[in-house]
């Protein structure tokens, strides 16, 4: 079968004006879940649900060198990063990755949530009105830098915060807003290799953190990481914690708008918190898409790949797609008690195996952090939402989040 092409020349601006829904509308259009479209002059197969996800982490099918654009690689995840590699140089780093995520580690990270939120709140007045996003990503480097055993003086935080914030923020961004993420990520390179310097020539001591266990990580060649790698490397702990800051707005925004479920999550157990919290995560948009390139030739579902095709999996859609979820626009909790979640249906993060793929592997802490999150503005934070703001979603921005970034009145 031939794959439902998507007419014109190429449809990069259609991208960037239609956003989170470019893929869902093409879908849509072609009673197909997958289509080809051309981007940045590039053909690209773009596919949904969970069979797709599936297939496109299959290793032996599909590579990740060469799919991450340069451009992406020069803001988010930096030149080189673990998101690039394959085989054993990505076994070994994602095994030192997943080493960080124990329980203990886990359990850590939400004490050190609720610690520096009470810290945060502590400077607040009554009266006092708070944007939620900039405060969450304050809170959220110090957090991310005092588990990674980075040293942050207090008089750094908002910087770094900004910085840190700013390469995600470029993801989808066009002149401006991409240059300030160039820029921030050599300010946060050039921040980050210092610190490492530092801790290599016994300055300071970290045990069992992060920065310990990156810039003694040696490859198979028993060789450091160059200076320049275990930065990338190092930012690629601290910045995902960073990001979490806009689950953190989206999990107010559902306590605003589903006022019913702060009352159930006063008292709630850790299981309610967790399905409020992952309900967050699939229901708002978070990472719209993720790329790979074909290994060799090959036919899935009738449909014929060739080695060198660039394919894209839509994240947002599967986490949205009608054929998995029960009514997939309604913001549900309680579906995580009876739907089926396995490792290709849910993928706000991305899917498959965290071990043996590219799946993200700090999602527990991600959950870690927006459970203690939600306890804190639901049973420690006196608060009110300001109604003079404006809370819409702008779809065609990524990555998004409510216009106003979440203005909150500490009462």
């Known amino acids: 079968m031939q794959i439902p092409a998507d007419k014109g020349l ?3 601006f259609q991208l960037l004006t239609e956003g989170y829904c470019f893929l869902h509308n093409r879908f849509d259009k072609y009673n197909s879940e997958i289509i080809e479209t051309t981007l940045l002059g590039k053909k690209m197969i773009c596919m949904v649900g969970r069979d797709a996800v599936e297939l496109f982490y299959d290793s032996s099918r599909f590579t990740r060198i060469g799919a991450i654009p340069k451009r992406v690689q020069k803001t988010l995840f930096g030149e080189n ?69 980075v040293p942050l003086k207090e008089c750094e935080v908002s910087k770094r915060a900004y910085d840190l914030g700013a390469l995600i923020d ?8 991409y240059q300030e993420g160039r820029k921030a990520r050599k300010r946060t390179e050039d921040w980050i290799k210092n610190i490492l310097s530092e801790f290599r020539n016994g300055q300071f001591k970290s045990v069992g953190k992060a920065i310990e266990k990156i810039a003694t990580y040696k490859d198979a060649n028993g060789k450091l990481l160059d200076l320049q790698s275990a930065a990338v490397e190092l930012i690629n702990v601290l910045r995902p914690i960073v990001a979490v800051a806009r689950f953190v707005v989206f999990s107010a925004l559902a306590l605003h708008d589903h006022p019913e479920y702060e009352d159930k999550l006063s008292n709630a157990t850790d299981s309610e918190l967790e399905m409020f919290a992952q309900e967050v995560r699939r229901y708002y948009p978070f990472a719209p898409f993720l790329g790979a390139k074909a290994r060799t030739d090959f036919e899935w579902k009738g449909y014929s790949f060739h080695e060198g095709d660039t394919v894209l999996i839509d994240l947002y859609g599967t986490n949205h797609d009608p054929t998995i979820w029960q009514s997939p626009n309604e913001f549900k909790p309680e579906r995580f008690i009876d739907e089926k979640i396995d490792l290709y249906n849910f993928v706000p993060q991305g899917g498959g195996d965290p071990a043996r793929g590219h799946r993200c592997p700090g999602e527990g802490l991600t959950l870690s952090i927006m459970k203690a999150t939600l306890s804190f503005l639901v049973n420690d934070l006196d608060y009110v939402v300001v109604k003079d703001q404006d809370l819409s979603i702008n779809f065609v921005r990524m990555p998004t989040l409510p216009a106003s970034r979440m203005v909150l009145e500490i009462r």
């Open 81 to 149: 990063g673990i998101q690039t590699m394959e085989g054993k140089q990505h076994s070994a780093l994602k095994h030192l990755f997943l080493s960080m995520m124990s329980e203990e580690g886990l359990q850590y990270i939400h004490k050190l949530t609720v610690e520096q939120w009470n810290a945060q709140a502590s400077k607040w007045n009554k009266g006092e009105r708070i944007i939620l996003f900039d405060e969450a990503e304050e809170v959220l480097c110090r957090v991310a830098c005092i588990w990674a055993g």
């Open 170 to 177: 470029a993801l989808g961004g066009v002149g401006p807003r």
């Open 10 to 12: 190429d449809h990069t």
